[in-house]
């Protein structure tokens, strides 16, 4: 039997929080968007409180764009970047709040008097592929983020793979060379030491001697070595090229790991073209096992900050759909 849904039956805010910009959205039901708001952010970890009072406020500001309360709300979903247990609701590490192991899902719930469900980053933009976006066709594919971090999520047989503590598919923290560079997570040779902005700033300010630009920000740092690697300086395309090469052995793994249909390249750093190079995508076909079948498809999506956020809303709307039927299920079983 074939459902429909009532899209006026429920109403869902995703917010998304992030050290630059923060953004709400509101979904109906089928997933329509409602309103949407955008606040910029000033970098830096935030006290629990704080960040609890700046998430109400975007809920408050949201929903008075919608025309609606707070109370109107059927739950709420909220992606932080870092390392997040979905199922636990706990934020065990993230760089926009201080502190370790907060039980954010469940402060923010105290807060606003809603349910509220988080998950970081990546997983929420493959929720928003998912619902939304190319994945809706997919059984099996992956959503890898390349920003200041490298993040993935993968999607098996319709859902969303999270492992045992929800702490899996961390790409950007898988070896990919012993003893190597160091990395944010205290360890060395990680796959994100070698490909994530940070590491591509580190090494523009020894290969290009830019020991006086010690000060500026990361994005101008990124900016300026693109300029350079466009306008022709060998030194700062080889910076791209090698990330390039360590980003295709990444992916060339998870294509033999796991055999996805699609590999979606997903984040802000898009521009950064020399990444996602030709080179780079026949790398990766040159380090993925030889077994005559097709190459999986790569696609390249810049992803925009209210995508993240509809991927939050897709959290919380797939949690009130589970709330919903799963007392029907229950029923069934008797
Ligand atoms: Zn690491």
Redesign the pocket.
């Known amino acids: 039997m074939a459902l429909g849904v009532r899209p006026g039956a429920h109403m869902v805010a995703g917010i998304k929080l992030s050290d630059r910009e923060n953004t709400a959205v509101i979904v109906d039901f089928a997933g329509n968007l409602i309103a949407d708001l955008a606040m910029p952010h000033q970098p830096g970890a935030m006290e629990l409180a704080d960040l609890l009072n700046l998430t109400a406020e975007l809920v408050d500001r949201v929903c008075q764009k919608a025309g609606i309360e707070r109370s109107n709300l059927s739950a709420i979903g909220l992606g932080v970047p870092g390392f997040v247990d979905a199922a636990a609701g706990i934020a065990h590490w993230s760089p926009i709040l201080a502190g370790r192991h907060i039980p954010l899902a469940q402060a923010l719930s105290a807060r606003i008097c809603l349910p509220v469900h988080i998950d970081n980053d990546a997983n929420l933009v493959t929720l928003a592929e998912l619902w939304f976006g190319a994945g809706r066709r997919l059984s099996d594919f992956a959503v890898v983020t390349i920003e200041h971090g490298v993040g993935m999520g993968f999607v098996l047989n319709h859902r969303i793979y999270r492992g045992a503590q929800g702490l899996g598919m961390e790409l950007?923290?898988t070896k990919v060379q012993l003893d190597g560079a160091l990395?944010?997570?205290g360890?060395r040779g990680?796959l994100?030491?070698y490909v994530a902005d940070y590491a591509l700033a580190r090494e523009a300010t020894t290969a290009l001697n830019w020991t006086n630009r010690e000060n500026r920000s990361l994005n101008i740092l990124l900016e300026s070595l693109y300029d350079h690697a466009k306008a022709g300086n060998q030194a700062a395309r080889s910076i791209f090229h090698r990330a390039g090469r360590f980003l295709a052995l990444g992916l060339a793994n998870v294509v033999n790991l796991f055999d996805p249909e699609l590999i979606i390249l997903s984040g802000e750093r898009m521009r950064y073209d020399y990444l996602y190079a030709n080179e780079t995508l026949a790398e990766i076909k040159a380090l993925a096992l030889n077994t005559g079948r097709p190459a999986p498809k790569i696609e390249i999506h810049a992803w925009g900050d209210l995508l993240w956020a509809h991927g939050a809303a897709a959290l919380a709307l797939s949690a009130v759909t589970e709330g919903l039927l799963a007392p029907a299920r229950e029923i069934a079983a008797q």
């Open positions: 950007g923290h990395c944010r997570c360890q990680c994100e030491a």
